[in-house]
C-alpha cells in the first residue's frame, strides 16, 4: 500500500478516534460492562426477562453517563461524566448484584481480548475514561488488520496497486467502517475475520490446498464465530467454495470431504459456547432470544405475502447507514443527501452485479459474490423474523460491514460499465469522493452533534 494512502487512512481514523466521546457508539455501555466483568473474573449472563438489568456499583456510572450523554450535545465536558449520575432517574443500581447483560449473547473472544487491556489499564491508571480509550484499541488492532486484508482482495481481485489504493481508502473512511473501528464493539473484529477467510481462499485458488490451508481456514472460520455469532455463514460458504474447486478439478468427491472436515472440525471447536447458550438461555442462538427482550411488537402485522417483499425492503437501512450515520443518538446528513445516497449505491451495486455475471468474470463469481450473499441471506433471515414477529428493531449498516468492501467493488463494477473512462478513473473519482463524504459527514454531522 501506497505511505500517502496508509497516511490518509490513519489520519482520518485519528480525527474520529478523538472527536466521538465515550460511550457513544452503538451497544457501547453494555460491551464495555461484558468487557468489565470478564476482567474481573466473572462471566456476565443474559437476563431472562424483560426490563433493564441490575449493576454493580463500578459499573453503574457508565450506563448513567450513556443516558445522559444521548441527549447531551455537549459531551466532551467530561466534568458531567463525575455527576451524570444524580441527572439520571432510567437506571436503578444494587450492590453485588448478578451480571446480566444483553451483549452476553455474543461469544466472548472479542472481549476476552478487551479485558486484557482493561486489566493493563485499570492496574497503572485507575482511570475510567484512560481505560475506556485503552479497550477501543482492541477495535483499533481488528480495523487496520480489516484495512490490511481490504487491500489485499484488492490486488487479489484487480491486480492494480493504484486501484487498490483508491477502493482501500473508499472503504476505510466510510463512517461506518470508521466507527466500527472505533467503537467497543465486535462488528470491526467481526469483519476483519469474515474478509480474512475471503482472502484465504483468494490465495490459494491456483494453488494446491494444503493440510495447512486446511487448519488456517478451520482456524479462521472457529475465531470469526466466537468473535460474532453471524460468522457462522461463512461455514457454507467455505463449503461451497471447496464444492466448485472440486468441480473445476474433476474431484468432486475429494474436496466435499475436505469441506466437511473443515467445517465439522470447525463447528465443533465452536460447540462448546452453544453447550453454554443453551444451557443458559435454551437456546443456540441467544440473540433470538435478546430480540424478544429489546424489541417491541409494534409494528403492524404484514399478510404473508407481503412480509418478503418488507423483508427485502429492510435493506434500504442498513445502506443509507453507509451515507454516514454516527453515534449512539444516529445523527445522520440532511435528506436529500441521504435518499439520493442510497438510491445511487443501490443502482450502481445492481449493475455491478449484473456487469459481473454476464462478463463471467470466474474469480468474482466464484468467490466475491458468494462471500456476500451468504451474509445477505443470513440477515434476510433476521429481516423476516422481525416482520413475522412484528419487531420494531431493523437492520442495521454495521451489521452489513462485512459485506461493505464487497458492495464497493461490485459499485466500482457497475460505475465502470457505464462510463467510458478508464477504470482508474472510475477509482478515482470514488476517492475523491469519500474524502468528501468523510469532511461533509465530520462537518455536518459529528462536529454539530458533539462540540456546537
Sequence with gaps: ?????????????????????????????????????????????????????????????????????????????????????????????LYK??????????????????SLLFRISDTLFHNLIFIYYSVRLISTAFYFLTIYVVWHISIQLIKNKKIADYLTVVFAINPVALKMGIAINPDIAATALALSILLAFLAVRKKAITKDFLILITVFLTIGTYVKFQNIVFFPFAFLVFLLRGVQEKKVRTYIIKGFMVCLSGLMLFLPWMIHSYITTQSITPSSVVYTFFCTQNNPQFTWYVIPFQALLEFRH????????????????????????????????????????????????????????????????????????????????????????????????????????????????????????FLFILCYVLIPRYYV
Design 1 to 93: 500500500m501506497n505511505v500517502k494512502t496508509l497516511l490518509i487512512i490513519v489520519c482520518c481514523y485519528v480525527v474520529f478516534f478523538v472527536a466521538i466521546p465515550p460511550f457513544q457508539l452503538n451497544d457501547e455501555p453494555d460491551h464495555f460492562q461484558y468487557v468489565f466483568w470478564l476482567a474481573r473474573g466473572v462471566f456476565p449472563k443474559v437476563p431472562k426477562a424483560t426490563g433493564m438489568p441490575l449493576f454493580d456499583k463500578n459499573i453503574s456510572t457508565i450506563y448513567n453517563v450513556m443516558e445522559v450523554a444521548s441527549n447531551d450535545n455537549n459531551l466532551p465536558n467530561f466534568s458531567k461524566i463525575k455527576t451524570a449520575r444524580e441527572q439520571n432517574i432510567y437506571f436503578n443500581t
Design 318 to 437: 442498513p445502506i443509507s447507514h453507509f451515507a454516514g450515520f454516527v453515534g449512539w443518538g444516529e445523527p445522520y446528513p440532511f435528506k436529500p443527501f441521504f435518499i439520493m445516497y442510497t438510491i445511487i449505491f443501490s443502482l450502481f451495486l445492481v449493475l455491478g452485479i449484473m456487469k459481473t455475471i454476464t462478463s463471467k468474470q470466474k474469480e468474482w463469481i466464484t468467490y466475491l459474490i458468494p462471500h456476500m450473499t451468504f451474509i445477505l441471506l443470513f440477515f434476510l433471515g433476521v429481516s423476516l423474523t422481525y416482520k413475522i414477529n412484528r419487531y420494531s428493531c431493523d437492520i442495521q449498516g454495521r451489521y452489513l460491514l462485512t459485506a461493505l468492501f464487497p458492495f464497493f467493488l461490485l459499485i466500482f463494477q457497475g460505475i465502470s460499465s457505464i462510463f467510458k473512462t478508464k477504470r482508474e478513473t472510475v477509482a478515482h473519482i470514488m476517492f475523491l469522493f469519500s474524502i468528501w463524504q
Design 97 to 114: 448484584s448478578t451480571p446480566l447483560t444483553y451483549q452476553a449473547h455474543h461469544p466472548p473472544l472479542y472481549h476476552f481480548l478487551g
